[in-house]
């Protein structure tokens, strides 16, 4: 039996990821321990799983600067202090309780989440064998494969989705991010997040060729070393995928423990699911971004566009930042949820609306749940839901845009049209092979039996 150590951001979305992953390498005979530089130490444990918390990571190194100072003495005082305020940016972000953890445990393998560069950093310099563990669709710039924050298509829109459109973009992202790195640096006389982090690189030897630059998330990607990406490979556009990147299929943790859930009207979840079942509705679930408040003049026009048909149920999770007293007066087939038990819910749902986040995408998938993307348009949704599209498992719309009868026409076209289950059940399917298939397990098994040099030196 191997020590593993998987170590991930823990917010939501791939701690989730990362209980299922921890329960499948449990399964396959390893001991395994998750940490994270977040409290979440009693969700994982309630799942049975060991946890070991890190310290919190800030994203901006810099030591502050005294009070009282203008514009012009605070730049005159980093420029002063450039060198001091290096050294303690530096020791800063030396992740010692990470490197103390390694030491202590001993892994035989180490799984890093790609954002957190402080732990890949250091695990290369104690000489630990580790990968990558990426929750996201390629990030790596490939011919004809779209810059993820986009939802471009490629081979469809005109110029944007040929692949002269598609390079052209990418060197305007490149340009545009370089030059912010740029001026971070220069105004911050080398305490920047990216710089910091590049001075902790040549600390631990990491190699500079292994380093690329990135443009989401974070500051870097990386050349060579290995990634598990929890993806299904069927879901990206066409390309052939940088050497070393893995596809193990979406990890979604279906034994999770979810709460009941109280509507806005005092009811049970769990009642009215039951209640759903017998009516013969259709039952739509419409969750926004973890990330966001939401969108309250898209919510109101969905609420409008449902009201006027008896043969739809809405249930709106609207997280713990939205006031449901915004969209007014509800329907009384629309029921609205501080938090909703996505899974139990997408295991009767009809369809899906949703922001575009990856987890609630591979959670409709695991579900065999059609989906209408309308993108939150932050990070990687835009990116997310031309995939959906583009594969067909649901319908790309804008939520800045479509009017309550446009939302009510999309929302009876998926789930009119058979065609769009048909092709959830079929890539639901090709994302259960992973599993079947022991993928995930059949190239950790592979990378433990490797010698470190080989894995992390390829």
């Known amino acids: 039996m191997?020590?593993?150590?998987?170590?991930?951001?823990?917010?939501?979305?791939?701690?989730?990821?990362?209980?299922?992953?921890?329960?499948?390498?449990t399964a396959a005979g390893h001991g395994v321990v998750l940490a994270a530089p977040r409290p979440v130490?009693?969700?994982?444990?309630?799942?049975?799983?060991?946890?070991?918390?890190?310290p919190f990571i800030s994203t901006d190194?810099?030591?502050?600067?005294?009070a009282g100072l203008g514009k012009v003495g605070r730049i005159w005082w980093r420029f002063r202090q450039r060198r001091q305020r290096r050294r303690m940016a530096l020791e800063r972000y030396r992740p010692r309780a990470f490197q103390s953890l390694v030491e202590r445990l001993r892994p035989d393998l180490v799984l890093i989440d790609i954002e957190l560069h402080e732990y890949i950093f250091a695990a290369y310099g104690l000489g630990q064998k580790f990968a990558l563990l990426s929750q996201w669709y390629s990030l790596w710039r490939q011919p004809g494969l779209p810059y993820l924050l986009t939802d471009v298509i490629p081979g469809r829109g005109g110029e944007r989705g040929s692949p002269a459109g598609i390079a052209a973009h990418w060197e305007r992202v490149r340009r545009q991010r370089q030059w912010m790195f740029r001026r971070m640096a220069w105004r911050s006389f080398g305490t920047d997040r990216r710089s910091v982090l590049l001075a902790l690189a040549r600390?631990?030897?990491?190699?500079?060729?292994?380093?690329?630059?990135?443009w989401w998330p974070g500051v870097f990607s990386y050349a060579r070393l290995p990634v598990l990406t929890m993806t299904p490979y069927e879901m990206e556009?066409?390309?052939?995928?940088?050497?070393?990147?893995?596809?193990?299929?979406?990890?979604?943790?279906?034994?999770?423990?979810?709460?009941?859930?109280?509507s806005g009207r005092g009811r049970r979840c769990s009642d009215l699911l039951e209640e759903q079942a017998k009516s013969g509705r259709k039952l739509i679930l419409c969750t926004i971004s973890t990330l966001s408040g939401g969108d309250a003049a898209f919510?109101?026009?969905?609420?409008?566009?449902?009201?006027?048909?008896?043969?739809?149920?809405?249930?709106?999770?609207?997280?713990?930042?939205?006031d449901p007293a915004a969209l007014g007066e509800l329907p009384e087939q629309v029921h609205t949820f501080t938090y909703?038990?996505?899974?139990?819910?997408?295991?009767?749902?009809?369809?899906?609306?949703?922001?575009?986040?990856?987890?609630?995408?591979?959670?409709?998938?695991?579900?065999?749940?059609?989906?209408?993307?309308?993108s939150g348009k932050?990070?990687?949704?835009?990116?997310?839901?031309?995939?959906?599209?583009?594969?067909?498992?649901?319908?790309?719309?804008?939520?800045?845009?479509?009017?309550?009868?446009?939302?009510?026409?999309?929302?009876?076209?998926v789930l009119e049209d058979p065609a769009y289950r048909q092709r959830v059940l079929a890539m639901r399917q090709s994302c259960q092979a992973y599993a079947t298939a022991q993928t995930l397990e059949k190239r950790v098994a592979e990378w433990l039996q490797m010698p470190t040099e080989q894995v992390i030196r390829p």
């Open 378 to 413: 932050q990070s990687d949704q835009p990116g997310c839901a031309a995939r959906v599209h583009y594969h067909g498992v649901g319908l790309l719309a804008d939520k800045d845009v479509d009017d309550a009868g446009a939302i009510a026409r999309n929302i009876a076209t």
């Open 61 to 66: 190194p810099a030591p502050s600067l005294p």
């Open 2 to 25: 191997a020590q593993l150590l998987i170590v991930t951001t823990g917010l939501t979305g791939i701690l989730h990821a990362s209980l299922a992953l921890a329960d499948r390498l």
């Open 340 to 374: 909703v038990p996505q899974l139990r819910v997408l295991r009767q749902a009809d369809l899906s609306i949703n922001h575009g986040g990856i987890h609630t995408i591979h959670e409709c998938l695991h579900c065999g749940v059609p989906m209408l993307v309308y």
């Open 237 to 262: 556009f066409p390309h052939v995928p940088r050497p070393g990147l893995h596809y193990v299929g979406p990890m979604v943790y279906a034994k999770r423990w979810e709460a009941d859930a109280w």
């Open 41 to 54: 130490g009693e969700r994982v444990e309630t799942e049975g799983f060991v946890f070991e918390e890190l």
């Open 299 to 322: 919510l109101r026009r969905l609420v409008a566009a449902v009201a006027v048909r008896r043969n739809w149920t809405l249930f709106l999770g609207l997280g713990g930042t939205f």
């Open 203 to 214: 600390e631990n030897g990491f190699p500079p060729a292994y380093i690329r630059e990135n």
